[in-house]
């Protein structure tokens, strides 16, 4: 009798000392990261981040606010807008904004007319990129203020990891 109770101890010590090294284990897998994390990035998630950020701007009429605090002279539109493009992306990407202004002659021909001064970026003038995407987007300006209405907007939207 004795020896079948030392048997059924041996049994529960085993599980009791299974269950702590799986616990521990866990704990240590969940409270520690890899120390070279291997992250596979895609350019297709990078163009479609940026052509989600340029429909959502569009929808929210920014641009549209930003071209009539332009018509009224107001300086550090540039500026506002890049905060806003900044706070949108996640940490860690660089972007690069252009925005021009379309005409449409009578003969036909399209002119493009830069209406920024380069300042709609948070890159270094010497940084490199590592993968980068480039989206060009097309904005017929449709909402209030009526200053704007019916202007034709060409925007570029470089983002990218920088290296």
Known sequence: MNRGRKGQ??????IIAVTMVVAVMLLVMFFTRPMRSVYLREVA?????AYNLLNNFADAGVFERV???TQNGEKGW???LRM???SSLPPGLVFRMEIYDVKINKDGTIELKRIDEGAITNMERDAELVEAESVQYTLVCTRDPDSVRGRILY???VIGYAG
């Open 67 to 69: 071209l009539n605090s």
């Open 155 to 157: 925007i570029v939207l």
């Open 45 to 49: 998630d990078l163009r479609s981040l």
């Open 84 to 86: 806003l493009v900044s």
């Open 78 to 80: 540039e500026g506002r």
């Open 9 to 14: 101890f041996r049994i529960i010590e085993l």
